[in-house]
């Protein structure tokens, strides 16, 4: 069965950073197209970063010059630096991945950004 777990969430003030990261397992990570996704509370999921297998990216507008996505085939994991982050930022951070009709998710992890 195919896993995708995060972690490296948790509470964080404003203007500082976390790390997220995303180890897969059971499938052959390097062919997938991953990415990050976030959702707040009474909002709809929406995409952060995405990478394709050939490692071109792609941020969301809000994210772009403080977020940045990088991959480790070796170790069949992706990673979210996350810098200068603002409470708006606040929301569970999924890792997908995805490839053809597959499409795999994570359990998601708890970003939250307050003083």
């Known amino acids: 069965q195919v896993q995708l777990v995060e972690s490296g969430g948790g509470l964080v003030q404003p203007g500082g950073s976390l790390r997220l990261s995303c180890a897969a397992s059971?499938?052959?990570?390097?062919?997938?197209?991953m990415g990050w996704y976030r959702q707040a509370p009474g909002k709809q999921r929406e995409l952060v970063a995405a990478?394709?297998?050939?490692?071109?990216?792609d941020y969301a507008d809000s994210v772009k010059g403080r977020f940045t996505l990088s991959r480790d085939n070796a170790k069949n994991t992706l990673f979210l630096q996350m810098n200068s982050l603002k409470p708006e930022d606040t929301a569970v951070y999924y890792c997908?991945?995805?490839?053809?009709?597959?499409?795999?998710w994570g359990q998601g992890t708890q970003v939250t950004v307050s003083s």
């Open positions: 990478i394709t297998s050939s490692g071109s990216t």
């Open positions: 059971r499938i052959i990570f390097s062919i997938y197209s």
């Open positions: 997908k991945a995805e490839t053809g009709p597959r499409t795999y």
